[in-house]
């Protein structure tokens, strides 16, 4: 069955920095489509970043030039490098894998940000 694991979430002080891993199975990895979105308390899952199969890159606009999305096919990881970390970044941070019909998502790890 297809999984998404993350981690590497935790508590970290403002300014610093995180990396986040999402290990998948079950899934033929090069061809999907990986996210990574983020739910704080009370507002909507949003997008943070995604990489496309063929290596194209999107950011929110709050988070471009603070993270960083990379992928390695070979051994079914994306990553998310967060880097001058806010307490405004503390969420829930979650996997997603899509390809045509097809979607998952992970259990999500969680990332907070002390002032």
């Known amino acids: 069955q297809v999984q998404l694991v993350e981690s590497g979430g935790g508590l970290v002080q403002a300014g610093g920095s995180l990396r986040l891993s999402c290990a998948a199975s079950?899934?033929?990895?090069?061809?999907?489509?990986m996210a990574w979105y983020r739910q704080a308390p009370g507002k909507q899952r949003e997008l943070v970043a995604e990489?496309?199969?063929?290596?194209?890159?999107t950011y929110a606009d709050s988070m471009k030039g603070r993270f960083t999305i990379s992928r390695d096919n070979a051994n079914n990881a994306v990553y998310l490098q967060m880097n001058t970390l806010k307490p405004e970044d503390t969420a829930g941070y979650y996997c997603?894998?899509?390809?045509?019909?097809?979607?998952?998502w992970g259990q999500g790890t969680q990332v907070t940000v002390s002032s």
């Open positions: 079950g899934i033929t990895f090069s061809s999907y489509h």
């Open positions: 990489i496309t199969s063929g290596g194209s890159i």
């Open positions: 997603r894998a899509r390809w045509q019909f097809r979607n998952y």
